[in-house]
């Protein structure tokens, strides 16, 4: 019940902030990468393994649910997936305000069984933390 009432209220602070605003909650306007887009936020997920399953039974899992055929959902674009080894995967996402129901709907159906999960919101630091690396020289 504490991880539904923690995502929900989460949901809201980030529909709220891109419905306010019309731009990614929590990103900064001073620096904003190239390439955000408006109504847009990042949602990075990390989908750590269910250790207690092989390989072999995690897919077979994610296979039977359609997982991949369903994540990502149409409209929302992969920004980065990697495996983190021991862990899991971290799949970070561009997803439209709309869309955000949508994407905890297909992991939750989908992914879970295979994967614990968590969400966060992110914004990217890159390009404004390189740029003050290189001030500070």
Do not use: C
């Amino acid at each position: 019940m504490m991880r539904v009432q923690k995502w929900a209220w989460m949901a809201v602070v980030l529909v709220g902030g891109l419905l306010a605003f019309g731009q990614p909650a929590f990103a900064q306007q001073a620096g904003a990468a190239a390439g955000d887009q408006k109504g847009t936020v990042l949602l990075t997920i990390f989908l750590r393994h269910d250790q207690s399953k092989t390989l072999d039974e995690l897919n077979d899992h994610l296979g039977k649910t359609g997982y991949y055929k369903q994540f990502p959902p149409e409209g929302v674009e992969v920004v980065s997936w990697y495996v983190m080894m021991g862990i899991g995967q971290v799949v970070t996402l561009r997803v439209p305000a709309e869309k955000l129901r949508e994407v905890n709907r297909v992991i939750e159906q989908t992914a879970w069984g295979s994967y614990r999960t968590e969400f966060y919101p992110t914004y990217d630091y890159k390009a404004i933390g390189e740029a003050e690396h290189k001030k500070a020289q």
